[in-house]
């Protein structure tokens, strides 16, 4: 996504079960890969599963979706817009990210 570099946690990795088990109550979702969330200090939001991702980017609304228009637009440096914020990505393992990627338009 413009200007973010998402972290990819392995769920399959037993270091991770935590986390995921978070995410997962979170998003409502067990077993659904990937899953993308907005994590923002303590504050963790889900964006969506790789589906939805797709529908939004192919209909032109995935900028909106992570709300990067306006994070950009509350700061005259949109480069460090979103310092604060990080991406998550569950994936099953490294693989499956790497072979649903989505090209944002």
Not at 1 to 25: I, Q, T, W
Not at 81 to 99: G, M, P, R, T, Y
């Amino acid at each position: 996504a413009k200007g973010m570099d998402p972290v990819d946690l392995d769920a399959s990795e037993k270091e991770n079960k935590d986390r995921r088990d978070e995410l997962f109550e979170i998003s409502g979702m067990r077993g659904n890969y990937p899953q993308i969330f907005k994590v923002n200090g303590s504050d963790t939001v889900f964006l969506g599963d790789f589906a939805s991702f797709q529908e939004k980017n192919e209909d032109g609304t995935l900028s909106e979706h992570f709300a990067l228009e306006s994070a950009s637009h509350a700061t005259s440096d949109p480069e460090n817009a979103l310092d604060n914020e990080e991406i998550e990505v569950v994936v099953e393992d490294d693989e499956s990210a790497e072979n649903e990627e989505v090209e944002v338009e």
